[in-house]
């Protein structure tokens, strides 16, 4: 592991100091995708991490005691995704919605009204023999498929897929079941 993993440990401790504050946290992205498969698949530099605006306040206080409690500009970031982070290696990439009337979940601004399933964010899963709420299998196939693929995802999208009976999208079949490329 190099300086910048966040180990299983630090996303345990981490929540269950948000859980102690009363913030229904979810966990996203990679470690999501770890804690469906119920072991730690691959080192992670970050922690993505889905939870009501409305407790926005619990949360920056159990990140202060925490030492997570400096800002990451990074572009592209908005007031609902930004990213927190200690100084040193523990950083968490922060995703905030609302909940709508209608049982959805409301992500992004109110000009690009976007809303998300809630059962998205209804996974279950453990990381390090610790039960957590984190993304579906489903919803995590499809926020690793939204932008160019990374190794990261080449790794984790296959794995989920074969796990959960998922069809393996179109650029992410293992490097041994890909077509030949054609000669440049």
């Given at each position: 592991?190099n300086?910048y993993?966040?180990?299983a440990?630090?996303v345990?401790?981490?929540?269950?100091?948000?859980?102690?504050?009363?913030?229904?946290?979810?966990?996203?992205?990679?470690w999501?995708?770890?804690?469906?498969?119920?072991e730690?698949t691959?080192?992670?530099?970050d922690?993505?991490l889905w939870?009501?605006?409305?407790?926005?306040?619990?949360?920056?206080?159990?990140?202060?005691?925490?030492?997570?409690?400096?800002?990451?500009p990074w572009?592209?970031d908005?007031?609902w995704n930004?990213v927190?982070?200690?100084?040193v290696r523990?950083?968490v990439d922060?995703?905030?919605?609302e909940?709508?009337p209608?049982g959805?979940l409301?992500?992004?601004?109110?000009?690009?009204?976007?809303s998300?399933?809630?059962d998205?964010?209804?996974?279950?899963?453990?990381?390090a023999?610790?039960?957590v709420?984190c993304?579906?299998a489903?919803?995590a196939?499809r926020c690793h498929?939204?932008?160019?693929?990374?190794?990261v995802?080449?790794h984790?999208?296959?794995l989920?897929c074969?796990?959960?009976?998922i069809?393996v999208?179109?650029?992410?079949?293992?490097?041994?079941?890909r077509?030949p490329?054609?000669?440049?």
């Amino acid at each position: 592991m190099n300086d910048y993993s966040m180990s299983a440990k630090d996303v345990v401790a981490l929540v269950e100091r948000l859980g102690a504050h009363g913030v229904d946290a979810c966990i996203g992205g990679g470690w999501a995708v770890d804690a469906l498969l119920r072991e730690q698949t691959r080192e992670h530099s970050d922690l993505d991490l889905w939870a009501p605006a409305a407790h926005l306040e619990q949360l920056f206080v159990a990140f202060t005691e925490a030492g997570v409690d400096r800002v990451f500009p990074w572009p592209g970031d908005r007031p609902w995704n930004f990213v927190l982070h200690d100084g040193v290696r523990l950083r968490v990439d922060l995703h905030l919605y609302e909940p709508l009337p209608d049982g959805s979940l409301h992500y992004g601004s109110v000009v690009a009204r976007g809303s998300i399933p809630a059962d998205a964010l209804a996974g279950r899963g453990s990381i390090a023999g610790t039960a957590v709420r984190c993304e579906s299998a489903e919803w995590a196939v499809r926020c690793h498929t939204g932008y160019p693929a990374r190794d990261v995802d080449r790794h984790d999208v296959p794995l989920l897929c074969r796990r959960f009976g998922i069809t393996v999208p179109e650029g992410f079949e293992p490097l041994e079941e890909r077509p030949p490329s054609s000669p440049a």
